[in-house]
């Protein structure tokens, strides 16, 4: 049996509205009911079977103290062994099989994500991470899709790569997935990231060893058990919430540790890229070291800016999920003639953004993740209040006496080197440093100089030769560059997303130069007529 089969072209799950009277709203609502009024009680799941290990984590909503949603139990060393060893042996039998078998059940998961699972896994996002339905629809529903979607087809742009063949030869390459197993570390902050995290490996043929975070284990399970009625065989991920210390040691020291496929903070990553480091004789390969990473992603305007779109992107752009997206925009640099027409604006909207609860639709923002980044965040804004380099016009306010809740804050920075220009807050903090109309080039250069970061940035101006000048002189400073939109939203297949300098190895999440990383190619030389003799025609005789 043969034929050259290819996935279906792959499109981009539609965002649905959620407006008032709509199906789809009914539907979240009371998925947001049924799982905020039952406690889930999550395993470690090796092989397909269920471990409580009675090391359990209380689940509660960022957003609402007294609402629990249930617990978690914790992986430690002993279960990380286990599953590194039972990931190893499902990987042998799921390599084996067909391509468009292992392709059909991330794609049958693409499709039961899209309709029955819909609800769940945004009402779980929803609830867990503190995220309105629309930052809950964008992520948990359609980037996972897409992931699925998409990294099925450019998987096959990567099996069509082959070399040419000279006449009486065969060559071909064939894509093997990486021997051993990937070790998954995925953040909090994106439900989608730890589905591609752990399911693109995985859908190239290889075995994944899954950690999520901590904050996001109930929509974890919830992927992982879409991906079971998918058909995802036992074992081909195995999921493991659990202390990262431990685990990752666990991982790293392994022989079989072949790659790691990690979202999450420069630090930690740096950490783990030491780890490697350290122990890379007792690797039976060289493993891949895949990282995307931190950012202090910028909003530059030239004098051209048009105001409406300059002001709503930095509001959308820095205050959508509390500002905890790592593209989230949290450095500004605005012209004073600019800023002089769109400061009142700016303030009074940020001023008027609704905050609470996600079960309330009418909110835009909602509480941040847990205690430790509550502190953090908070932090700077009281720095910056008690600043003489710095100003708080807009928010400031914050209260954990229900959640974590701190108001949308904008940061008029004097110096453009204050700690809150320069900094990863990963909170709803935006810092805004106005210069001089004729310094726009100086300013270019100090966008550039300002941070270790380079994910995102984005340039508004309405002055093509401003806007080449930005693109040249910021030509490393971001990985996804924007010109007159927010530095947000990336979608798959279409804003291919990753940072360089300290955000990352740039890898690109959703496209081919991510799944490449877990393939390792066979070359094969195959010669119909091959040689009969050693000797060379010019060693001849005269
Ligand atoms: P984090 O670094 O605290 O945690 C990420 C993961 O690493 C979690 O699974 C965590 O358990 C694990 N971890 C933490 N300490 C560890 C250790 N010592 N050893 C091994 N594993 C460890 O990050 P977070 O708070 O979950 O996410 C926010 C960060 O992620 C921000 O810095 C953000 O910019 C970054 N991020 C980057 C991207 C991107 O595409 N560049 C996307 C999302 C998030």
Redesign the pocket.
Known sequence: MSGTIRVPAPVNEPILSYAPGTPERTELKAALRSIAGQEADIPVIIGGEEIRTGRTHAIHAPHDHGLRLGEWHAAGAEEAQRAIANTVDARREWASWRWEDRAAVFLKAAELLAEPWRSTLNAATMLGQSKTAFQAEIDSACEIVDFFRFGAHFAERIFDHQPISDRGIWNRIEYRPLEGFVYA??????TA?GANLAGIPAMVGCGVLW??????VLSGYYTYKLLEEAGLPPGVINFVPGD??E??AAAMDHPDFAGLH????????Q??WNTVGRNIARYRSYPRLV?????KDFIVAHPSADRDALRTAIVRGSFEYQG????AASRAYVPESVWKEISGDLVAETDALAMGDPMDFRNFVNAV?DRG?FQSITGYIDRAKASPDADVIAGGEYSDADGFFIRPTLIRAHAPDHETMCD?I?GPVMSIHVYPDAAWSETLDMVDSTSPYA?TGAVFSQDRSAVREAMDRLQNAAGNFYINDKPTGAVVGQQP???GRA??TNDK?GSVFNIIRWLSPRTIKENFAPPMSTAYPFMGEE
């Open positions: 570390v995925s953040p909090f902050n994106f990231i950690k999520p975070s901590k904050h996001a990262p210390v685990i990752t990690f979202t999450g903070s420069t630090g930690v990553f950490s783990l990282g995307e990473t931190g950012g905890q997206k790592c593209s993740i980044a990863e990963f994910l997303f990753g940072g955000s990352g999440a």
